[in-house]
């Protein structure tokens, strides 16, 4: 059952639910069975990869193969933006709460320092 799960790989398991058990009422209730339900849940997770997977050997055989070409660019800076190192977003400009805040801490801490050393002696 699992390989032909598989094997159909329609994400709405529509298909899989009329092939293997002949109606989606059937396939509707297996599924929320406790046993079985968390065996589909496993399969439903592994078929999202297998997707996933398919579509980056597309791409990456699209971007190859016609490198160069519109179609090629296309595909490689789709493989760029989803597979690719993510700049982490800039920072703007700290809030009027933010700078508060920092500068309560600062004196705090100054004030902290500055009964230490009074303990101290210094």
Not at 93 to 122: C, F, H, I, M
């Amino acid at each position: 059952m699992y390989q032909k799960y598989m094997e159909i790989g329609d994400p709405t398991e529509y298909t899989q639910a009329v092939v293997l058990l002949g109606s989606w009422d059937h396939w509707v209730t297996l599924t929320a069975s406790d046993w079985f339900g968390e065996v589909v849940g496993k399969w439903r997770a592994e078929l999202k990869v297998k997707m996933e997977s398919d579509r980056w050997m597309e791409a990456n055989e699209t971007a190859t193969n016609q490198s160069g070409t519109p179609t090629g660019m296309s595909a490689t800076r789709w493989l760029a933006e989803r597979y690719g190192v993510q700049p982490k977003p800039k920072r703007g400009r700290p809030s009027k709460a933010e700078k508060k805040a920092a500068l309560n801490e600062y004196v705090e801490d100054q004030e902290l320092t500055k009964e230490d050393a009074e303990r101290l002696g210094l």
